[in-house]
């Protein structure tokens, strides 16, 4: 059974940073890509940063130069670093994991999804 298990969320003041982690059990970790969502009230959810299992990675626009997506196969582990945090990132963060190569920041590629992390930055 996949299981994908956040931490990490809060609060920060905007400029400050969190790290997200995502613990993935019940697969062969390293064969999947990987990726970080998010969806803020009242909005759609949308791609933040997603990582293949070569290590190429890919960010969304409005992330590029502050978030850094990373993960340590030997711990079953995926990360969000985020530096300079603004308002605008508040929002719930899922990990999710998907069996299709080159999935990127594509939603509906990934079948297996955490439960969500909250993140909220004050201005």
């Known amino acids: 059974q996949v299981q994908l298990v956040e931490s990490g969320g809060g609060s920060a003041e905007s400029g400050g940073s969190l790290r997200l982690s995502c613990a993935a059990s019940?697969?062969?970790?390293?064969?999947?890509?990987m990726g970080w969502f998010r969806q803020a009230p009242g909005q759609e959810r949308e791609g933040v940063a997603t990582?293949?299992?070569?290590?190429?990675?890919i960010y969304e626009d409005s992330v590029k130069g502050r978030f850094t997506i990373s993960q340590d196969n030997a711990k079953n582990t995926l990360y969000l670093q985020m530096n300079s945090l603004k308002p605008e990132d508040t929002a719930t963060y899922y990990c999710?994991?998907?069996?299709?190569?080159?999935?990127?920041?594509?939603?509906?590629?990934?079948?297996?999804w955490g439960q969500g992390t909250q993140v909220t930055v004050s201005s």
């Open positions: 999710a994991a998907s069996q299709i190569a080159g999935a990127g920041l594509m939603g509906g590629w990934y079948k297996y």
């Open positions: 019940g697969y062969t970790y390293s064969s999947y890509c």
């Open positions: 990582i293949e299992n070569d290590g190429t990675t």
